[in-house]
């Protein structure tokens, strides 16, 4: 096994390289999940910041066990699309290395955050917006809540205006 990775795109499917990290949205804002939440842009902002001045971290786990660490985040930060993160899977953990290994054969790619609602309100659409959460992990997952959270570069092609016509549509459908 390669003792690191790091995650890039090639024609659109995950390609590892010499390193081990790996970076995407967790979250994107404005976007209905499986579950007809939506998260507003700024509701992980006082959450980080009351980790960051405790010295605490967010997890990174596998598939949202708390029992499976598999690496470390080094940056999470909002931006104007959602939350971004980018870490490492840490080689000395087997089950990293596993997950290191279904990415690579593009078996996983989904990303999903584990939270408690501070605060949540309702808008027109029915939806649950979610305004402020505390964010305690975020995991690599094969089925993410949010099915547009992926593990990705920044600078990949915007998939918020996909996103927005998909969700459009299937609104459509469902009337």
Not at 158 to 174: G, H, K, P, V
Request: no cysteine.
């Amino acid at each position: 096994m390669v003792p690191g990775l790091e995650v890039k795109f090639a024609g659109g499917a995950p390609v590892l390289t010499d390193g081990q990290m790996i970076e995407g949205y967790a979250s994107l804002f404005g976007l209905t999940d499986q579950g007809g939440d939506a998260v507003a842009p700024g509701a992980f902002g006082a959450s980080l910041a009351r980790l960051a001045a405790k010295g605490d971290k967010v997890r990174m786990l596998w598939q949202h066990d708390p029992q499976k660490p598999i690496g470390v985040w080094d940056e999470i930060s909002e931006d104007e699309k959602g939350l971004w993160v980018k870490g490492r899977l840490l080689p000395e953990v087997a089950l990293a290395r596993e997950a290191a290994a279904l990415i690579q054969a593009g078996a996983i790619d989904g990303l999903s955050i584990g939270y408690r609602t501070i605060r949540a309100e309702r808008d027109q659409k029915g939806r649950r917006v979610l305004a402020e959460v505390e964010l305690w992990e975020v995991s690599l997952v094969t089925f993410p809540m949010l099915p547009e959270a992926k593990v990705g570069r920044k600078d990949s092609d915007d998939l918020r205006e996909f996103a927005a016509l998909f969700s459009a549509a299937t609104e459509a459908l469902r009337v």
